[in-house]
């Protein structure tokens, strides 16, 4: 069998919303093996931790100890808060590097490892395994009251509650959008290429745009125009129900990029974007936190 990298997985990708599992099947039916060795590649930015504190605690939550990832400024109290949620990979060093990224910046970062109750997605060897024997198993409504969890933590860390902020990456791309929808304290939210529409489950609901109406705090949603798994016209449907809604969310299309173009450990990483959606990210969180 094939083992496909993930820049022809992303190639594969349907153009309009197909669910998990028919996806996986079709691929599985032409021969393909879905790799999860660009995960372990080597990431093309590196943020130290000097000037930061960083580490790894645990927040009790319904069903055990949830693992997070944390870097903030060393020194210091009442810091807004970020809450980065991961792609289904889960807290690999990229989520981490952002973590330090958003420290430098001035932020505590929380990274929580939201699949920890049901498996460990860098002990997975494939894709498919990750969709179907992880990622399936996680209700939205579970991912929900875990980050207020991490919410309810951060001033254990010199978090300052009335500054919460999310960004999200791909699947934690379209959880940012329902989050926005959940806490009515948040005041940001940053969603890097998170599905937008799809068929509803008893785990996933809803999808952001069904919850345009909703959002309790402004979002800025950044997309790739040659997202092969988020079609344009999801894009220009989120757009309406926002302008319909009177949100002061905002929308990014960038024309050229693939999904995933922020993650530089994989080939679909493009520097110019991710470092344009990157400075679009401090801004954002600058106008609506302070």
């Known amino acids: 069998m094939k083992i496909l990298p993930q820049s022809d997985i992303d190639s594969l990708l349907p153009s ?34 000097e000037g930061l504190e960083v580490g790894d605690a645990a927040i009790g939550v319904a069903g055990g100890n949830l693992p997070v990832y944390f870097a ?4 210091g109290a009442r810091r807004p808060t970020v809450l980065v949620v991961q792609e289904i990979f ?8 952002l973590c330090r990224r958003l420290a430098k910046a001035g932020y505590l970062a929380i990274a929580p490892e939201l699949y920890f109750r049901v498996g460990d997605p860098s002990k997975t060897d494939s894709v498919a395994a990750i969709l179907d024997n992880i ?8 991912v929900m009251a875990d980050l207020d969890a991490c919410a309810a933590w951060a001033p ?11 960004t999200g990456f791909c699947w934690g791309g379209r959880i940012t959008w329902l989050y926005a929808a959940h806490n009515p304290r948040l005041k940001a939210a940053v969603a890097w290429y998170g599905k937008l529409d799809g068929a509803p489950t008893n785990m996933t609901p809803r999808h ?33 129900a926002l302008a319909k809604a009177g949100s002061h969310s905002e929308i990014v299309v960038y024309p050229d ?7 530089d450990y994989r080939p679909s990483y493009r520097p110019t974007e991710a470092a344009d959606g990157w400075q679009r990210l401090l801004s954002w969180l600058q106008a609506n936190l302070g």
Not at 72 to 75: E, H, I, N, Q
């Open 156 to 166: 254990e860390k010199g978090g300052d509650p009335d500054k919460l902020a999310i």
């Open 208 to 240: 952001p745009v069904d919850i345009a109406a909703r959002l309790h705090a402004p979002v800025l949603g950044l997309y790739g125009g040659q997202d092969q798994g988020i079609p344009l016209k999801d894009v220009e449907a989120m757009r309406a």
């Open 135 to 142: 990622v399936s198993r996680v209700p939205d409504a579970q």
């Open 72 to 75: 903030r400024p060393a020194g």
């Open 16 to 49: 309009a919303p197909m669910d998990r599992r028919s996806f996986v099947t079709a691929i599985a039916a032409a021969g393909f093996a879905l790799a999860v060795q660009p995960v372990h590649a080597q990431t093309v930015i590196t943020t130290d931790s």
């Open 90 to 97: 889960g807290v690999h060093e990229h989520i981490r590097d």
């Open 257 to 263: 990029a693939p999904h995933a173009f922020n993650a």
